[in-house]
């Protein structure tokens, strides 16, 4: 997949994640769970916001094969620190499609769960 950004940059990206992938974007967020061994309740009120980007971050890494600046150079180390120094609207872009590509806008898909 390609992004081209409003700057001229051209951001390339894996089509998606595996099942292996995708646990270790979940870690993060399980971090903060806690379950009650005994009555099996679950409490998330130890569960910030930070997992968020924690998983954003990790689905960057995976995702996010090199980015192609407006004279034709690939690169593919720094990715993240390059991005940073984009406009608001051209990072957030990346990572919208980070987030949509790893899943990380819904609630996981459990097994035998139809999509709607």
Not at 85 to 101: L, M, Q, R
């Amino acid at each position: 997949m390609q992004i081209t950004l409003t700057n001229g940059y051209i951001v390339n990206l894996r089509d998606g994640i595996n099942f292996g992938q995708r646990r270790k974007l979940l870690a993060p967020m399980f971090d903060g769970i806690k379950i009650d061994a005994i009555n099996g309740s679950v409490n998330t009120s130890e569960l910030t916001g930070k997992y968020l980007f924690d998983m954003q971050d990790r689905a960057f890494d995976v995702l996010v094969i090199s980015i192609v600046k407006p004279d034709g150079t690939a690169v593919t180390e720094g990715l993240k620190e390059m991005v940073c120094d984009f406009s608001e609207e051209d990072g957030e872009t990346i990572y919208n499609a980070v987030s949509k590509i790893a899943k990380l806008e819904s609630k996981p898909q459990t097994a035998g769960e139809k999509k709607s």
